[in-house]
């Protein structure tokens, strides 16, 4: 049975730094992108970034770009999402997905349960 498991979250001062990480089990991510994404109350889903299946590409939205970082450990199973300089406003849940291919596209077919991040001080 396919399952992610994202960790990592929790509260952290704004200017901190947590990383998160997804797990999966009941397949390999091996052959897949894969992103997150995170929803905040009130607001729409917002995707963060993805990684291609060969680790070679990464892609980031603007509001991230410079301060969380993607990246994947194939022995591991797991992909990570590191992030630094957090603000307010990136309070939200956090959730990883499988994207359809080994590229990044719009196409995603899974996602975990989601983590919440809380920024505040």
């Known amino acids: 049975q396919l399952q992610l498991v994202e960790s990592g979250g929790g509260l952290v001062q704004p200017g901190g730094s947590l990383r998160l990480s997804c797990a999966a089990s009941?397949?390999?991510?091996?052959?897949?992108?894969i992103g997150w994404f995170r929803q905040a109350p009130g607001k729409e889903r917002e995707r963060l970034s993805c990684?291609?299946?060969?680790?070679?590409?990464?892609n980031y939205a603007d509001s991230v770009k410079g301060r969380f970082t993607i990246s994947r450990d194939k022995a591991k199973n797991t992909v990570y999402m590191q992030m630094n300089s957090l603000k307010h406003e990136d309070t939200a849940i956090y959730y990883c997905?499988?994207?359809?291919?080994?590229?990044?596209?719009?196409?995603?077919?899974?996602w975990g349960q989601g983590k919440q991040v809380t920024v505040s001080s």
């Open positions: 009941g397949f390999t991510l091996d052959y897949y992108a």
């Open positions: 997905e499988v994207h359809s291919y080994t590229s990044c596209s719009p196409s995603t077919h899974s």
């Open positions: 990684i291609s299946s060969s680790g070679t590409i990464t």
